[in-house]
């Protein structure tokens, strides 16, 4: 038996009751199987057991009293994972479905995630089982109080640096910073996803499209290419697909298509600014539907199939591809036809949009290939640059924030690309993506000695 | 010897008078009682049965029968109570079926007045009755009784009729005076002539003639009122009724009258209208009203929900309550206007089996564009000069609608005229509008609507209410402050310890097209009325997603309904204040790449659900009417503010709540199979009252998906979407979605992770607890799907198998085939997860009762 097996196995015989994070060790753990054949150093320093096991778990009482006065009984919980990097760093989901297993099992994913930003941050996870869920404003501002009032000894800037997730948006955030400014008498950066006004990080929405793009642009380069005068195919028409489009068209390249969850448009003309405003127009601002584009500018339009079906279908030719819609939406059919149809490059914007026989499939191929994992850390790193920003009592402009996401996106694009090539697999983004996170925090861990 | 044409009427004299009848007429006897038609009828009919002729005899008068059933008679007993539709068109498949060359003879068409209280409508029946007949060359033999009906009447009937021979006694003599004979001319023929032994003399004598018509004149002295139709007649008996200080027994048995002719003949509506309604309130319908019949079930609603709060001593209604403003055009217009342009034999034909969607699109067209009576055109001239230039609206207000048992809900549309334009065109948007309610009832939805509930047969009379629309002028823009639908009975229960009994409302702001319509993308806010401060949100960016973005509004300067972006009314309505019903949103970032972050207006209402009387008024408002009513209710409502600064709550709609399918019978769901129960849970549903078949179940198992690799969840959830898009359908595949934990979540270990539009076809949604990890399904529909399945009105309900009380069983599917593969072939790889059932040969039956809180899902 290998390390990795006898440690999975001993977390399903001491952990049997966390389903949750039994799976996501055992995800993890399988893909670092180089990484243990590889350094036996860190298989003798107990690295893999050690990573496994959270430095600390804090579960506590919060008791809060509802607008008719009303006692109630929630749980809190503040897994710090790991902090060989910097302050432990991860969201706080509020929502019923909180517990052990789930803080924990999304904690440990915060560790690589964190840990291939590049950026100083450990890894970890917090919440409630508290839903926020038809609470009024009061009891909400009332539960993020009795939180905190527990929480505020655990955490800080340097200790431990909480971020909003589920159920734990502006005003939760407001509200937790808020108490805890009061009871440490001390206005330091303890909390990102602040609202501006109170020490909120510019481009926020932008950092993950843009990122995508930023990384491909990096792949790209090691094969002496870029964006400009390229096709580019983006699906989904949120945030990440709408920045991401910006970007391309910053970079020279043409962007042809958008997809929602009804139709997909094909502008072979290309998306300009003109057109691309009138999209963020219809998605943000008049939430209409994606078909609209196609009459308004009269382009191709294909109801109720996503971009990668149509361009199967169609037979488009793509030099680029980003998938910034959903996980899975890009299968082994849709891989084969972008490969056909002359794609070189695929960046996804989304977590997990290709499945493993797309992945297998590009791998095959040699297509540049960027998993979610490394290609859309744009956004957890600008969380980053937001703690970063606090503990300088400073606040970057918009194209300073821009500036560092690209060298940050730069050095996890080379991050990868050195740790694949450790690995004899020069190119292979997704080796890449699994063992840099890891190794960094890996190595570190090595150089505290047991601790 | 006569000729085969030639039909006697079995009196010699009087067929040479009239030189017999001929096949084809129709023959009306204006008679003074029913004894004189009776003689007439036994000497034609002894005369055709002796000849071999058949006779048919339609018997629906309460006078003695004119004739029993022998040998070559036939007699149809009619039913004449269900109103004008459904008596023509009986009639009508009698005259089908018997074919050509029949002879018939009805009983008197004056006791149709009983009935239908109305000229009009007898008119209207012999416009379209006697051109059939005569097209099948029969001889039909009719009654009217003389000084019963208005002159219009009679010279309308005179108009189509062959033949009409007046009849009355004279000195003690039978005088029998042919009025119209067609086609046929005779010296003497349109003389009186006086039976002297069994001969018609002519009076042609001047001296004799002038006595004769002196003697007639005097038995119409009191005939000023007969320029009246019989309708108003009534009403103006009433109104003398009530000037009279009449017993309050007789002024109670005038309202029930006349409410059996205008509000309803339902038994149970009836008993509500005895109790609130008074013979002034029926007046008043009157005088507002254009064309006799029914006012339908919106404008009943309307009303007697209204007089119920004004009953209610305890609360200040008067204060509360905006005044409505509002005229109805009656039932029976709606048939006039198919029988005087002409199409009642299309519309007869739409009413067969093979002809109902047939003809239904020609009919609709022609709707469209026929021509309305003149007297009717006269009356909405003088309402819209009524209404002048405010804004109104025009609504279908059938029979069918707003019933008791029935859910017509949004079935038949409105139409609002802005009334900005000259008079002419102000006439004819409202013409326009009345006609778009008229083709409406031949529209594809409801008739299909129609036939699925079994109502094809039944009458539609459509009715219409016409009413000044609540709101005010903002810079050219008219709207009501907020607008709303009101349930009595909250059917979305999200939260524990939140008491279904309280109601809800769906409030917005503007119009209220934004909460009756379910709109995409688009929000209103769901207040629970026990307690209206919370949302089955979290977080301020779900809040503003899932507000009310548009606000619906009436453009005068375009004379047009308008949507319009809230953000862009707000900029061009500077005055507009927002403060009591919108929060300042300042974490919105701007489009277009960032730049300054821009304030936005999200819509809550919170302070005015809470710190206003609004909540406390609406709570009793439900409560009051839904007592008298004696079960839940839903409601229409706009809200605006007087000068004084009162909250003025206009009242414009209530009916028995509607539910989402016809009102399940659960009472019968204890006769139901225990073997053939699929599922049966109390409580943790949320849809309101249920009937639906399902023929089609999608079931993710839940053991294998437990056991799946995170990438194939992801992949169910995208197969999910695809079999949405592709079978499931709400209209002809009805389908049910089942599986572990929660839909719609972000964590595929806790459920599958499909968006809303991969579900978004779906009839009914059902979660099932699985005892792996955190597989537990959530009542409150996570935070973002509650909005959206309300807003598409998907069933849900979440199932613990670990509870000892309830009944899933499972067995019988693993009998049924996975049809996935064939739906789709590329996605074998996940039979194992993702099961696709046809049901349709042991269709699933869903039923819920919000309020025994009982659901049950069996096999047929």
Redesign the interface.
Known sequence: MSIIHDTIARVKQRDSEQ??FY?AVT?VLETLEPTARRHPELVKAGIYERIIEPERVVIFRVPWMD?GGNVYVNRGFRVQFNNAIGPFKGGLR?H??V?L??IK?LGFEQIFKNALTTLPMGGGKGGSDF???????AEIMRFCQAFMAELFRHVGPETDVPAGD???????IGYLFGYYKKIRNSHSGVLTGK???YGGS??R??ATGYGTVYFATEMLSTRGQDFKDKTVAVSGAGNVAQ?AV?KVIQMGGKPISIC???ATIVDEAGIDVEKL?YI??LK?????RISEYAEKYDCACYE?ENVWEVIRKQGIKVDIALPCA????L?G?NAEALVKNGCICVAEGAN?PS??EAVKIFQEYNILYGPGKAANAGGVATSGLEMSQNSLKMSWT?EEVDQRLLIIMKSIHKSCLDAAEAYGKKGDYVMGANTAGFMKVARAMLAYGIV | MAYYSHVSTGWESLDSIIDYLYRGDNVVWQVDEIDAYRKMVSYFVNNAVATGEQVIYMRFARHAPLLAQRRNIRVYDLDVSSGFESFTTQIHGIITREGRDIFYVFDSLSDLLYEWATDLMIVNFFFVTCPYLFELNTVAYFAILRNRHSFKAIAGIREITQVLIDIYSYRRKLCVHPIKVQGRYAGTMFFPHIKEQSALVPVINSVEATRLFSHLMREKAENAQRNLDYWDHLFLQARSLLDSDANPMEIEDKVEQLSRLVLSRDRKILGMIRRFMSLEDLLFIKERSIGTGFIGGKALGMLLSRKILHRDADYDWQRTLEHHDSFYIGSDVFYSYIVQNGWWKLFMAHKTPEGYFETAGELKEKFLSGTFPEPVRERFQLMLEYFGQSPIIVRSSSLLEDAFGSAFAGRYDSFFCVNQAPPGKRYENFEDAVKQIFAGTMSEDALAYRRQRGLDRMDEQMAIMVQRVSGSDHQGYFFPELAGVGLSHNPYV??KNMDPGAGMLRLVMGLGTRAVNRVE??YPRIVAMDDP?????????DIRKYSQ?YVDCLDLAENALKTV?L?ELVESVPDLDLSAIAVQD??V?G????GA?KAQWVLTF?DFLTRTPFTDAMKRMLKTIESAYGGPVEIEFTVNHNSAGDIQINLLQCRPFQTLYKTADLSLSDKIDPKKVFVRIEGNFMGGNVLLPVTCLIWVDPANY?GAS??NK??V??LIGKLN?KIADPKTNPTLLMGPG?WG???P??GV?V?F??INHITALMEISYQ???M?P?L?FG?HFFHDLTETSVFYAAIYPENEDIVFQTRWLSKLPNMLSEICP?EEALAHLVKVYNLRDQALVIRSDIVTQELICYRK
């Open positions: 389903i949750e799976q995800e607008d509020f019923p479905s517990n297993s789930i099992f839903d926020p869920k038809g609470k009024s404003d589920i159920g734990v948006g502006g005003r939760e609202g501006l006004e510019l481009i929405p932008e920045y910006e929602d969850s009804n405003a963020m127009e943000n601002g008049r939430r209409g109720g959903t996980q899975n939406e299968n059919g997990m499945t493993p918009r | 999200w939260k993308n688009d401060r919370v949302k089955p949100l979290a977080g301020m960016r973005h972006l953000r300042s974490s970032e489009f277009g790449g960032g972050s919170d437990a995170l990438s992801y992949s959830a995208r898009r929660r979540t972000q964590t270990a806790m992770p968006k539009s991969e792996a990890g955190s537990v959530d409150s935070t590329d």
